[in-house]
């Protein structure tokens, strides 16, 4: 991308010059600006290969090691097993299924909540700038508040004999001797909850630069409020839902703490993540571990990729 | 809600994590346990087993006058308010700095994290660390951790206050490490069944369970929860049906992990926890009876000012484990760590950590009858204080499994408690 910015300013104003001589010292501009552009590439790139590329060839390698000879407990010898990767696949097929499942049932839900107060917040209280700045503290306020309090909050505000649970009880969602903890109903709520800012603020940041104007015209021209949403609103709003949804569903599809049993989950909620921590943790399995990990960075991709090529990536954010 | 928030242990946990200072020396040997020790991991030489033999790092404790001592949770006398009194009562009398971190949870992703410093025989960030029986077991195979220095802890020697029954003599505990060598006992860990006793008779009728077989009575469904720990789980069904521990064979296993999956499938047990299980303890009754840890529901109604929960020794036999003291080779602080455990030694200091609510088994001799002195029902407590006959008819020790064993084990294990198999 930077490379693209810097030639393509130097190409621009090449163009504009006429000479020969101009065009010569373009050219040495434009290698001039390249090797700046190099230059300062270097630090980046350094950081990707240090921090990205040399722990996922790592990763990858470590997928394809197979157990030594002793068989005993996390020993395993370089190898180009890639039976690794099937055996993974079939192994935690229910839990890659699940992964995903919970991921989009928390990314729907994420969204179906986050637009209204988004909306809420960009276009409805825009008119008095402190309200929305306060709404907007609201929304972020209790995510000051550790990742993994939070959880063990819900587990002790849903957990049998609270009010909560209670009214969860009575309005029939949960039976009178039931409980709602481990569950995978459980798991889903707490990523959604968890997950909601990554939802709103990139809602919230599109929804505030919609033209009201544009809504107005909508309506003088006798579109009903739902027409007006769905063909005006919504459309200018996609970017926000596209990178919204994103930076939800690929955690989501990764979280390991929503679902744990010390959590929110049991052993019927297991995810992939919980897999891979069981793994690498406690059986010391690393090629699964690590083969899991791939699977589960390449399934992302592929996902992505195919609903990013569908939604458009203009104005992604 | 029927209890505070507050006691939750996970949340104990997740607060000292978000409250704990970042040093460099928190950063390398503990945050790093997500992502650094996952590439570390990868990076070490593969095999597992060590070929080099390690030496002890040169000890500094006399320049140095600290010592970092990673620990389980509920094992140390004001946990809660971090108060600590019994390690600065110690800092006070021998000016060493104690470090003491409630870092581990399980032995085996506790092993996972300073595994590598293991193997290069570095410094793991703990100069002492206290693990169960067989992960010591594995240490002491591996040539992970130092032979002790018995001048600086005169009071672990058999002849002073270590209890004959933990010597490691061959049939005592202790015995993958004979003549205490390389390790100490921290303290003594009861498994039995536990039960919430006003819940328990509402739904069962019952007083109380006798058996493994009233876990899976149909009235408990849902309200049974059991330990992660698989050698006490299994162990303790294993035995109910009639299978000694000591020598159980593959098959033995397998058919009672059959026996375990069948409950969990079939959401009899609710859940499979670690040291969290002790919340859902509760007088809600999101847990009513399982197989528990009998320390903590002691504990637990020390804490809570009742007797509600109650712990049941079975006639067919209890699992007994030990967590215990080791020095890692790469420790430059050793003689330090072993002044700390010199001090914990003494039966006073063991006494004083019974009353303040640590109820596990203390392995030093004179303890019990300090404790009697002063808290009589404490000190008579069988399942704080065994007697010759408790240990010997009702307290078992699971075998030791090959490395072989221990892999293929430890992952059908994994898999039925977390839904895979």
Known sequence: MAIAGFSGGTAKGSSKRNSKGASKSALKGDRKGAIVAGILLIPGLLYLALFFLTPLVQLVVTALESPDASGAIGAYVYDFNVQNFADVAVKYSLQIFRSFGYAFLATIFALLISYPLAYFVGVKVRRWPLLQRMTLVLVIAPFFISFLLRTVAWKQLLSVGSPLLGVLQNIGLVPHDGYFIGTPAAV??????????????????????????????????????????????????????????????????????????????SSDTSMIGNMVDQDFLSNQNYPYASALSVLLMATILILVSIYVRRAGTEELL | MSKSFSEDPMFQQALAFAKSPVTRRTVLAGAGATSIAAFLAACAKPGGSNTKTLTPATDVSATEKVVTW???????????????????????????????????????????????????????????????????????????????????????LPTANLDPAFDGAAGHFGDFDPGRKFSLPWKGIIAAIGYHKVNYKKLTGKDAPTSVADLWAPELKGKVEVLSEMRDTLG??????????????????????????????????????????????????????????????????????????????????????????????????????????????????????????????????????????????????????????????????????????????????????????
């Open chain 1, 188 to 265: 889903v709520f707490g990523l959604t909850y968890n997950f909601i800012p990554f939802m709103t603020l990139p809602l919230f940041t599109t929804l505030e630069r919609l033209d009201g104007r544009l809504i107005e015209a909508g309506a003088d021209l006798y579109a009903n409020p739902f027409k007006v949403f769905t063909k005006i609103t919504l459309p200018l709003s996609m970017p926000g839902v596209v990178s919204g949804t994103l930076l939800t569903f690929i955690p989501i599809a990764g979280d390991y703490v929503n679902a744990s049993r010390d959590f929110l989950g």
């Open chain 2, 70 to 156: 990673d620990n389980w949770p509920y094992y140390i006398d004001g946990e809660s308010d971090q108060s600590f009194p019994t390690i600065k009562a110690f800092e006070a009398q021998t000016g060493i700095k104690v470090t003491y971190n409630i870092n581990v949870d399980d032995n085996n992703s506790y092993f996972a994290r300073v595994k590598n410093q293991l193997m290069a025989g570095k410094d793991t960030g703990a100069d002492t660390m206290c693990l169960t029986d067989w992960m010591i077991a594995r240490l002491i195979d591996n040539g992970y951790v130092q032979a002790l220095d018995y001048t600086n802890i005169p009071n672990a």
């Open chain 2, 236 to 421: 303790i069904m294993m035995m109910a049906d009639g299978i000694d521990i000591a020598k159980f064979t593959s098959d033995d296993f397998y058919n009672t992990l059959d026996k375990l999956k069948a409950q969990v499938v079939g959401k009899q047990i609710r859940n499979v926890k670690g040291n969290s299980y002790i919340d859902d303890f509760n007088d809600a009754g999101d847990a009513v009876a399982g197989i528990i840890w009998a320390g903590d529901l002691i504990g637990k109604n020390i804490e809570v000012g009742n007797d509600n929960l109650g712990v049941v020794l079975l006639d067919s036999g209890s699992t007994f484990a030990c967590d215990n003291f080791v020095i890692p080779m790469g420790s430059p602080h050793a003689a330090n760590a072993e002044k700390i455990m010199n001090y914990y030694f003494e039966p006073a200091v063991a006494a004083k950590l019974a009353l303040a609510g640590v109820n596990y088994v203390p392995p030093v001799k004179g303890t019990k009858e300090l404790v009697i002195s002063q808290n009589p029902s404490l000190g008579n407590n069988e399942l704080m204080f065994p007697s010759a006959d408790t240990y010997k008819n009702k307290l078992h020790n699971f075998r030791p499994l090959t490395p072989k064993e221990d892999n293929e084990f430890s992952t059908a294990w994994s898999d039925v408690i977390s839904g895979v198999a």
